[in-house]
């Protein structure tokens, strides 16, 4: 299993990013894929996940209304649509997989990507 993480940047707060992560073969259709963040001097934090069997999807609190996560079959892709950027939302995001149904918290991802640096500024 790949994940391809992409989409990171510098972005003043309130702006949007979209963060992609494309998986390698069929996993698209078969495991749920989300995005993990980790800030400096911080845990690891589930952001949001997608199903793969009902399109089911779990959001951080700290995100609910402002980010979308998306999943786009056709191109192995899932997307990570981020809107009102705040400074605490600043940290690396890392695509990842599990088998089953949704991820609400990190330790529940089987396979991970590399990750994207997000820096939101005030």
């Known amino acids: 299993v790949q994940l391809q993480a992409s989409g990171g940047g510098l972005v003043q707060a309130g702006g949007s990013l979209r963060l992609s992560c494309t998986a390698s073969?069929?996993?698209?259709?078969?495991?749920?894929i989300g995005w993990v963040r980790q800030a400096p001097g911080k845990e690891r934090e589930g952001v949001s996940c997608?199903?793969?069997?009902?399109?089911?999807?779990y959001y951080a609190d700290s995100v609910k209304g402002r980010f979308t996560i998306s999943r786009d079959n056709a191109k192995n892709t899932v997307y990570l649509q981020m809107n009102s950027l705040k400074p605490e939302d600043t940290a690396v995001y890392y695509c990842?997989?599990?088998?089953?149904?949704?991820?609400?918290?990190?330790?529940?991802?089987?396979?991970w990507g590399q990750g994207t640096q997000v820096t939101v500024s005030s």
């Open positions: 997608i199903s793969s069997s009902d399109g089911s999807t």
């Open positions: 073969g069929s996993i698209i259709g078969s495991n749920a």
């Open positions: 990842a997989s599990k088998l089953g149904g949704v991820a609400t918290t990190a330790g529940l991802y089987n396979y």
